[in-house]
Each structure stands twice: as structure tokens, then as C-alpha cells.
T-cell receptor
Framework: DADVTQTPRNRITKTGKRIMLECSQT?????MYWYRQDPGLGLRLIYY???????NKGEISDGYSVSRQAQAKFSLSLESAIPNQTALYFC?????????????FGPGTRLTVL | AQKITQTQPGMFVQEKEAVTLDCTYD???????LFWYKQPSSGEMIFLIY??????QNATEGRYSLNFQKARKSANLVISASQLGDSAMYFC????????????FGGGTRLMVKP
């Protein structure tokens, strides 16, 4: 089945460390997204990419960077992790046009920054 | 800016009964889409149902239906004949069509189905 995968699924790290979260998809979608989920706040958009050469900041991009290595791969980096970046991180994909343009989500990465 | 409000942090429903999860939204755009996602305890986000702002009929998908009241800017999810497996977090989200495909999410409602 075409899928969206995230690695690692769980990560515990220390303040100040550099962390990379990876997302791969076999759906053939052009558009990819990174969200974080905090309790009671739903999901908030960090970065999004409409193709390999197009990367845009979302609502909460400070402290994060991304790389779109290929159509199928979109990585999120925390250059110097801090405790308030402890959250559940989701990657998502979508097509450019379609009946609903719904986003398909990966399983999530639970990140804890000590 | 767009905003989604889900006023029910948590709800209980008896198995086999229907339940309505509230969602109100705020946007000045005329063309937009509304989504509901389910997040079980395992954490994944599952797409449930979609309603376009120009759709004249309320969306339905199996036991899920969307009560869309455009003038009130509400898009409530109705789950009929609740099952134990419906226990989960439910998120309402909106996409404004002239702003790419980005979603704005509400804070979610935790639904607990009682046997």
C-alpha cells in the first residue's frame, strides 16, 4: 500500500542537541507538510513544501528547519532542541488537486527533549 | 486568519447512540473546505469526512455525517450508532482554497463510548 512513514517513531534527547526527523512517502504526492501536536492545541503547521524547490514557513517555524531531498522525502530538523519542543510530530502529504485534497498523515514521531 | 473552535474538550456517549461533536470556524474567504479527522489512542490521524463550502448537501460517509450550517459557520460531526472503537480524539480542520492546501486545526474533542 502507498504510505507515509516517519522515522524515528520515538526519540528522547537532551537540550541543545541537533535532531532530524525523517518522512518518506510512496503515494507519489507533490505536497508535504510537517505539523506538531501539543495537548489541547490540535495540530499546528511548521513547514510545508509544494515540490522539491518550493519550501515555505508555516505558523510555528522558529527553531526548525526542513529539507526536501526528493519528491518522496521531507526532513525536519531541530538545530538546538529545547524542552518546549517536546511534542508529537506529524508528516503529511497531499496531491495538488483532487476532489477533497485531504492530507494523509504519517504515524507520528513522539519527541521528548529533556 | 482562519480559526477553528471545538468547544467540547471531552464527551461521553452510550454505545449504539448518536453523538454530535461541535465545530465552528471563522474565515472571510468564500471558498474553503472542512475536514474531520479521528485520532485513536495509537496516535495516527485518520481522515473521516469532507465538506466543501459550495456543497449544497451535507456530506455523509457511512456512520459519519456532517451538519453544515454555513450561515452559522458551523460544521458539526454526527456519529450514528456509536461503537466502542469510536473512542478517540476528533479534530475539525479547515482549508482555505486560495491559501494552498494548508489545514488549520481545532483543539479536538475526546469522545469516550460507554458499553
Amino acid at each position: 500500500d502507498a504510505d507515509v512513514t516517519q522515522t524515528p517513531r520515538n526519540r528522547i534527547t537532551k537540550t541543545g542537541k541537533r535532531i532530524m526527523l525523517e518522512c518518506s512517502q510512496t503515494k507519489g504526492h507533490d505536497r508535504m507538510y510537517w505539523y506538531r501536536q501539543d495537548p489541547g492545541l490540535g495540530l499546528r503547521l511548521i513547514y510545508y513544501s509544494f515540490d522539491v524547490k518550493d519550501i515555505n514557513k508555516g505558523e510555528i517555524s522558529d527553531g526548525y528547519s526542513v529539507s526536501r531531498q526528493a519528491q518522496a522525502k521531507f526532513s525536519l530538523s531541530l538545530e538546538s532542541a529545547i524542552p518546549n519542543q517536546t511534542a508529537l510530530y506529524f508528516c503529511a502529504t497531499s496531491v495538488q488537486s483532487g476532489p477533497h485534497n485531504e492530507q494523509f498523515f504519517g504515524p507520528g514521531t513522539r519527541l521528548t527533549v529533556l | 486568519a482562519q480559526k477553528i473552535t471545538q468547544t467540547q474538550p471531552g464527551m461521553f456517549v452510550q454505545e449504539k447512540e448518536a453523538v454530535t461533536l461541535d465545530c465552528t470556524y471563522d474565515t472571510s474567504d468564500q471558498s474553503y473546505g472542512l475536514f474531520w479527522y479521528k485520532q485513536p489512542s495509537s496516535g495516527e490521524m485518520i481522515f473521516l469526512i469532507y465538506q466543501g463550502s459550495y456543497d449544497e448537501q451535507n456530506a455523509t460517509e457511512g456512520r459519519y455525517s456532517l451538519n453544515f450550517q454555513k450561515a452559522r459557520k458551523s460544521a458539526n460531526l454526527v456519529i450514528s450508532a456509536s461503537q466502542l472503537g469510536d473512542s478517540a480524539m476528533y479534530f475539525c480542520a479547515m482549508r482555505v482554497n486560495n491559501a494552498g492546501n494548508m489545514l488549520t486545526f481545532g483543539g479536538g474533542t475526546r469522545l469516550m463510548v460507554k458499553p
